[in-house]
T-cell receptor, first 115, second 115 residues
Framework: KAGVTQTPRYLIKTRGQQVTLSCSPISGHRSVSWYQQTPGQGLQFLFEYFSETQRNKGNFPGRFSGRQFSNSRSEMNVSTLELGDSALYLC??????????????FGPGTRLTVL | DAKTTQPTSMDCAEGRAANLPCNHSTISGNEYVYWYRQIHSQGPQYIIHGLKNNETNEMASLIITEDRKSSTLILPHATLRDTAVYYCIVRVGRAGGTSYGKLTFGQGTILTVHP
């Protein structure tokens, strides 16, 4: 099975712009979660989607949003970019089962640099 | 989800077993122990998980103490490619509300395997 894919792998934007990142989950997986990783804050949970619905959300401002399509592919959008949004954005997919047996598998990430 | 405590860093000689400890003294009965690792700037890689029994797969073994307050990840024959940050995560066994899709990462253990 192919793994989780994320596009683009690298992105450079300027402050005030917006950006859209894409994630294709493992075939058959219905849950997609997004994380932000920075040197200062580590890995932090952004949100999770299952069957096109956001089920859970982390503590991030409204500038961070996402959506999921009927084929389980997901996008996240960051509007009005700030310098602090420079980070590695990671997507993880899982079958979407209940709780502890729902193992997440991560993609390679998108490295976003905001100038 | 329960909090975990891991040593900041550890060293291991190539070919020897690497034993990475994790303390999760406040773990609840329905919480699973997960291990991931992250090689520099790549997405985290799932290693293994367990509830209360010891687990083994092709990558590693997971030993959970009888009281479930701590666990040890064992890489039986470490190689240079095992150099990475290893994360121990405790995750609730039943999904719902704030647990959907969310993995809470700490700072992890930097494992350095040397020749």
């Amino acid at each position: 099975k192919a793994g989780v894919t994320q596009t683009p792998r690298y992105l450079i934007k300027t402050r005030g712009q917006q950006v859209t990142l894409s994630c294709s989950p493992i075939s058959g997986h219905r849950s997609v979660s997004w994380y932000q990783q920075t040197p200062g804050q580590g890995l932090q949970f952004l949100f999770e989607y299952f069957s096109e619905t956001q089920r859970n959300k982390g503590n991030f401002p409204g500038r961070f949003s996402g959506r999921q399509f009927s084929n389980s592919r997901s996008e996240m959008n960051v509007s009005t970019l700030e310098l602090g949004d420079s980070a590695l954005y990671l997507c993880a997919s899982s079958p979407g089962l209940a709780g502890g047996t729902d193992t997440q598998y991560f993609g390679p990430g998108t490295r976003l640099t905001v100038l | 989800d329960a909090k975990t405590t891991q040593p900041t860093s550890m060293d291991c000689a190539e070919g020897r077993a690497a034993n990475l400890p994790c303390n999760h003294s406040t773990i609840s009965g329905n919480e699973y122990v997960y291990w991931y690792r992250q090689i520099h700037s790549q997405g985290p890689q799932y290693i293994i998980h367990g509830l209360k029994n010891n687990e083994t797969n092709e990558m590693a073994s997971l030993i959970i103490t009888e009281d479930r307050k701590s666990s040890t990840l064992i890489l039986p024959h470490a190689t240079l490619r095992d150099t990475a940050v290893y994360y121990c995560i405790v995750r609730v066994g039943r999904a719902g509300g704030t647990s959907y899709g969310k993995l809470t990462f700490g700072q992890g253990t930097i494992l350095t395997v040397h020749p």
